[in-house]
């Protein structure tokens, strides 16, 4: 998943938004204004660049194509008052289609670099070519210390990623640095994509290439093979609107098994443009415990949610069952201990080492 740019100063002020609309103050309608016309102007904008976007004869790396997806992200990831989910049905119908562009678009970027590197002698050695290489190295550090803080002491033998795409980034960062123990199997439904990443990625038999393997099938057709994962990650893409992203979990929670890790990658605020935002109540519904909710500031897009699959009886009891009738909101955690100084030096770092490599 794609991700850029430093966030800026959240909003301030919201506590007036709390009285009776007789006792706001001036000030408090004019934060209030303001705010209305930011969202107007956003939604005006990215819906400019869907019209423009969905016009380009070819969404493959070009000028034109880099040119409107970097617009299309630096208006998404500053901070916005914008609630995607209570878009206008015209909106919410722009923002679907935006976000297809955007995991088409995606897919091409990814495939066109796959084969880049496949002409090196030693494709490990060049990933960082590739433009968003270090926030895909950001952002499995983030999902593994996650991980690590609300579910103590895991060490998984077995690790599903479903989405991997031709370019596994976050399995083989979290194989070569996090996870050096389990194995990995990789999950895409295009056949193409996952020859691309076993090329680059699963040819070797030692190393970590040996603890990653690729599968070409839906999710939806995956049912024992689930039972024997101790963590699995679910990609952004996977289920593009609400509806299919639930169905998917519910699917998870009807075949992992109790105890085992679910990681689900989401969006937030005007990032949820560019990829799908998860209800962690969804989670919840498909047998899950949600242990964390995390909304990144920095240049990791995605938001990360980290479950644990239980029983129904746990779910229901007496410790959580009054706590989830009242539609608790779920733990948001603080940031982790990767600082976003630490951040853009690794982003500085990738940079130097793509303009050391001979030009394309």
Known sequence: EIATHRAAPSFRGTHFLLLPEFF?????????????????????????????????????????????????????????????????????????????????????????????????????????????YSNYVNLSRLEYELLARHVPGIAPARVAFIGSGPLPFSSFVLAAHHLPDAHFDNYDLCGAANERARKLFGASEDGVGARMKFHTADVADLSQELGAYDVVFLAALVGMVAEEKAKVIAHLGAHMVEGASLVVRSAHGARGFLYPIVDPEDIRRGGFEVLAVHHPEGEVINSVIVARKVVDAQLSGPLNGDAHARGAVPLVSPPCSFSTKMEAGALEKSDELATKELAF
């Open 24 to 132: 706001r103050s001036p000030r408090s309608n004019y934060n209030m204004d303001a705010q209305n016309k930011e969202v107007a102007a956003l939604i005006e904008k990215i819906a400019g660049l869907q019209s423009a976007i969905a016009e380009l004869p070819s969404l493959s790396p070009s000028p034109e194509v880099d040119r409107l997806f970097t617009d299309l992200v630096t208006a998404c990831v500053p901070p916005s008052p914008v609630d995607v989910t209570k878009l206008s049905p015209e909106h919410q119908r722009m923002r679907e289609a935006l976000i297809r562009l955007c995991s088409a678009a995606e897919g091409k970027l990814e495939a066109h670099y796959a084969d880049l590197l496949a002409t090196f002698d030693n494709p490990l050695d060049h990933l960082a070519r590739f433009p968003y």
